[in-house]
């Protein structure tokens, strides 16, 4: 949390404060996994979330903005993480096909007649087409050999 700078100018002041046992254990054993310097730190950001907790109630922003925030940084790494596997999952499709293309004399017609029989037996089984489809696809056997 970055101090503004009304929060640098005002100075701290030390009070009194009861409280259980193991609410300050708590607060102990969370304050320097929230990067906090102190206790004392921790327990005033804690005071300020709950305040802002309290007026979303006046003001409905206050939550949905954390929680579309999150949300949204959740989806990018998601994206992100999915990207990386398609990219991947492409790269060695390239090289399948590739090393299939090297060893096989296709022509186009061929080719192009085959990718319009592959496009409607991915739609019948709705995208889930594994080796094993192909190769009881190409030797013509039945499904429930």
Not at 30 to 44: A, M, V
Not at 75 to 93: C, G, P, T, W, Y
Not at 101 to 107: H, V
């Amino acid at each position: 949390m970055q101090d503004t700078e009304a929060e640098k100018k005002e100075i701290k002041r030390r009070f009194q404060l009861w409280i259980r046992p193991s609410t300050l254990e708590l607060a102990d054993t969370l304050y320097e996994k929230d990067n906090c310097d102190s206790r004392s730190e921790f327990i005033e950001k804690a005071i300020l979330f709950y305040a802002g907790y309290l007026s979303a109630e006046d003001n409905k922003t206050y939550l949905p903005n954390i929680v579309t925030s999150t949300l949204k940084s959740i989806v990018a790494e998601s994206d992100h993480r999915q990207n990386r596997m398609i990219f991947k999952l492409a790269v060695e499709l390239a090289v399948m096909m590739n090393v299939v293309a090297a060893n096989n004399n296709i022509d186009p017609v061929s080719l192009e007649r085959l990718r319009g029989e592959c496009v409607k037996e991915v739609k019948r089984l709705n995208g889930s087409f594994a080796f094993d489809d192909a190769v009881s696809w190409q030797k013509g056997w039945e499904e429930d050999e």
